[in-house]
């Protein structure tokens, strides 16, 4: 085998490209007046409470510097939360606090905040610290996620989250990527985290792919990934669907995360979802679409057949 | 499909009027297609130097003139710590420096330096000289001889220009009579001077012409003279140590007639000496000076109508859709990725001013040393305005930093990093620091050498001198660009870094397929 793959062989393989993806599912199906939905990360949560889509509870937001005041108010007796800015980008800017201490609050490192320290950080966030182009931002605080512990060993320092690309409303493929030592708690594939391919019938790991090469545990924590089985697929493929609905995105990609109480939830949705889904899977999507694309326009279906459609054709 | 097809006859369209602009210009109205032949393009340096005596200062040199065979493309001038004014007067140019400093007396040396082109056809004639020729001063003890000598060589002569011939060969004859020997003993071997005498006697009116002997790589050398003659309405040109009838090919002049070429005053020991070295530049550049400024009416309606400064700023902007054109091909086909769109062209117009090999290490330098204070500055916890107006602050401290140094240590080129805008370096640098932090050093590496390596090309093609030729002379062509471009927006094809992202895929489906 060369350095590159002849295009034949890739078309054969129904490898989906960049250029494609931007043609033809992005261009065509994604408008772009419904990006701020999915960019700004109250506004997909809002939206999400209205379609009844399982999203992180929301505990407040604020807007701005004068309402920093009433941050413990809006915090209560919680024990646990996340502030994190409403149009951040690369994990910068949230504050994840797990427990209290009588007037003090615990970040997962055990390390201690005082309530002045969270105003501060709320403050930054206002104003524009950690919003790429330093635009005014706002706060908000929802709910902390206690991950699913069947998926915990699969994931090093990070969390876990199942990425479904929606296409027209059909999941058509699904992965659940986990963070390593090399991809710094990250879920990036292209920084070093391993992508497992999931079963779209039943959440079953089929492969996993660490910088493009096929593996068969994680490399910090051993576990192997075939016992990986992704617990309540079905709802998570709901869910997924879901997003559609609540976006009208026609192309989209669902970032899911599993917590012990609540099931799946809805952590981000993303218009222009990337190409490594396929590497992590060893598929090509374009074969997916075009059965979508041949099927989509027979008749109007609901959620729940979608899904069984995508779990039929899909699923091996 | 309909915007397809759609987009398919708007891309003809551009592509056909495009080139038939261009096709029309080359046919009917002449344009080469290619760059063509080429001129030779001398580029002359004048250095006058002269001892200050300690008084004020004046230096007065003519500059070339109007019915020269030369044609100035362009003409730069030292004037260090003198006032320096070019003069018109009587429509002869003279270039005049002045100072007033008593105290240094140290050897004094000013320069003049011009790109020329040579050309005789181009020679036109002063204005015919009016009334008879003055009557010329000779010593009482001379008149004699003179009167002997002319006598005995108008005879030999009918017409004033073999008069003219004849007198000059035998002046420098080397058998001379004893007439001859005596005249030129008592000038001081000066030939022109006995030969003007001799001239006057006959009414003829003569000047001087004075001028370069053009030879590549030549230096030190001085100015030559040679002897002109009006007769029968025309100047006719004499080389006064031969006698040789007729302008030589390789001979600049500088000044017809006029009294002197380099007058000092408060300087003793004064001379001009001249450098020179040739080069091949396209026959257009030298053809569009001479257009603008004779006639211009074939091309009155187009970027040659500018003046020659907005023309160039149009030759930078016309290659931008080359560059264009590279960021798309190299994106869509190739899949190398940049940051931001268009910086690479952005950077590759600043490494058309620096130059390559100066602008490409500069560059790196300025925005690796940039990053690293940029980190310094994001522990400030600052505001993304203020840290970025910080960062052009201290891209311009760098840039007057490496100047500096570079000059001191006597390396000219590294002072070229004042070409790149300032702006451009430090938004690379905060983009590049917005990468590190988001992606890490992987992404600033992948991105930042992308987008030189698309910098480094676009720059390749804008500097070819066909592509500068083509987009200069025929702007139509870029809606064929336009086209172009059009038609690779909409491939959908993979990119070759695809074929590479993905191909052990290709490799487990067989695998897969052949268990």
């Known amino acids: 085998m060369g350095w590159f793959a002849s295009p034949s062989k890739l078309r054969a393989a129904g490898v989906l490209g960049m250029n494609r993806r931007n043609v033809q599912c992005i261009l065509r199906y994604n408008k772009r007046s419904l990006y701020p939905l999915v960019d700004n990360k109250l506004k997909t949560k809002l939206a999400a409470q209205q379609a009844g889509v399982a999203v992180p509870e929301l505990i407040g937001v604020i807007e701005h510097q004068f309402q920093i005041k009433t941050i413990l108010a809006l915090i209560d007796e919680r024990t646990q939360f996340v502030i994190k800015p409403v149009q951040g980008s690369g994990g910068k800017g949230i504050l994840v606090i797990v427990g209290r201490d009588g007037d003090y609050f615990i970040k997962p490192s055990g390390q201690r905040v005082s309530a002045d320290e969270i105003q501060r950080h709320a403050s930054n966030i206002l104003s524009g610290l950690f919003s790429l182009g330093g635009r005014t931002d706002q706060a908000m605080i929802e709910a902390l996620i206690n991950f699913d512990e069947a998926l915990a060993q699969y994931s090093y320092e990070g969390v876990p989250d199942v990425r479904v690309v929606v296409y027209r409303g059909y999941p058509v493929m699904a992965m659940i990527r986990c963070a390593t030592h090399s991809s710094d708690g990250k879920a990036n594939l292209h920084q070093g985290a391993v992508g497992v391919g999931l079963n779209l019938a039943n959440g079953q790991a089929i492969c996993a792919v660490q910088n493009g090469n096929l593996i068969t545990q994680h490399p910090d924590t051993g576990h192997a990934f075939d016992d990986l089985v992704v617990p309540h697929w079905h709802a998570i493929l709901m869910l997924a669907c879901g997003a559609h609905e609540m976006t009208g995105l026609g192309y989209l990609g669902a970032d899911i995360v599993l917590d012990k109480l609540h099931g799946p939830l809805i952590l981000e949705l993303n218009a222009r979802p990337g190409l490594s889904i396929q590497v992590a899977n060893q598929t090509g999507l374009l074969n997916r679409l075009k059965v979508i694309d041949e099927i989509c326009n027979a008749e109007a279906r609901t959620i729940e057949e979608r899904v069984d459609i995508a779990q039929q054709r899909f699923g091996y | ?515």
């Open chain 2, 1 to 515: 499909m309909k915007a397809r097809i759609q987009l398919y006859v708007v891309a003809t369209l551009l592509a056909v009027i495009g080139i038939s602009g261009a096709l029309y210009k080359n046919i009917s109205l002449g344009f080469p297609l290619w760059p063509g032949e080429s001129r030779n393009v001398w580029t002359l340096q004048s250095k006058i130097n002269f001892m200050p005596t300690g008084d004020p200062i004046e230096v007065t040199l003519a500059l070339p003139e109007q019915h020269g065979n030369g044609i100035i493309i362009d003409e730069n001038f030292s004037s260090s710590g003198f006032g320096f004014v070019i003069n018109e007067e009587q429509g002869r140019r003279y270039a005049r420096w002045s100072r007033r400093d008593p105290n240094n007396k140290a050897e004094i040396t000013l320069h003049y330096k011009m790109q020329v082109v040579h050309d005789n056809k181009i020679l036109s004639e002063p204005p015919a000289p009016e009334g008879s020729p003055a009557k010329p001063r000779t010593y009482p003890s001379e008149r004699e001889s003179l009167r002997a000598v002319y006598d005995h060589l108008s005879e030999m002569s009918g017409t004033d220009a073999s008069f003219t011939q004849l007198v000059l060969s035998t002046l420098n004859a080397r058998e001379k009579s004893q007439d001859v020997s005596f005249l030129l003993s008592l000038n001081n071997d000066d030939t022109l001077a006995v030969t003007a005498k001799l001239l006057a006697y006959r009414g003829i009116h003569f000047q001087i012409v004075k001028g370069v002997y053009l030879q590549d790589g030549r230096r030190r050398a001085n100015y030559a003279q040679l002897l002109e003659i009006y007769s029968l309405g025309q100047w006719i040109q004499f080389n006064p140590e031969t006698g040789e009838r007729g302008l030589p090919d390789n001979f600049l002049i500088w000044q017809r007639g006029g009294i002197s070429m380099l007058d000092v005053i408060g300087g003793a020991n004064s001379n001009v000496e001249f450098s020179m070295v040739v080069n091949t530049v396209p026959a257009r550049t030298v053809a569009m000076m001479q257009d603008l400024s004779s006639q211009a009416t074939l091309i009155d309606m187009s970027i040659y109508s500018l003046p020659v400064e907005q023309q160039g700023v149009f030759k930078t902007l016309l290659l931008i859709p080359i560059g264009a054109l590279v960021v798309v091909f190299l994106r869509v086909i190739v899949g190398l990725p940049t940051s931001g769109t268009f910086m690479p062209i952005l950077i590759a117009l600043a490494f058309i001013e620096t130059g390559l090999f100066a602008g490409l290490p500069m560059f790196v330098l300025v925005v690796g040393v940039g990053l690293w204070i940029r980190y310094y500055l994001s522990h400030l916890n600052l505001l993304l305005v203020a840290r970025v107006s910080a960062v052009i602050i201290v891209v311009l401290g760098l840039m007057a930093f490496f100047s500096i140094a570079s000059y001191k240590l006597g390396i000219d080129s590294a002072m070229s990093v004042t070409f790149f805008p300032t702006i451009i370096l430090a938004w690379t640098i905060e983009r590049m620091s917005t990468l590190w932090e988001e992606e890490g050093a992987r992404d600033v590496i992948k991105q930042g050498g992308g987008s030189l390596v698309v910098a480094v090309i676009a720059y390749g093609l804008m500097t070819n001198s066909i592509a500068k030729h083509l987009t200069f002379n025929f702007p139509e062509l870029t809606l064929a660009l336009l086209a172009l471009i059009l038609i690779i927006g909409q491939y959908s094809g993979y990119r070759l870094s695809e074929l590479y992202r993905f191909r052990h895929m290709v490799a487990v489906q067989h695998k897969q397929r052949g268990q």
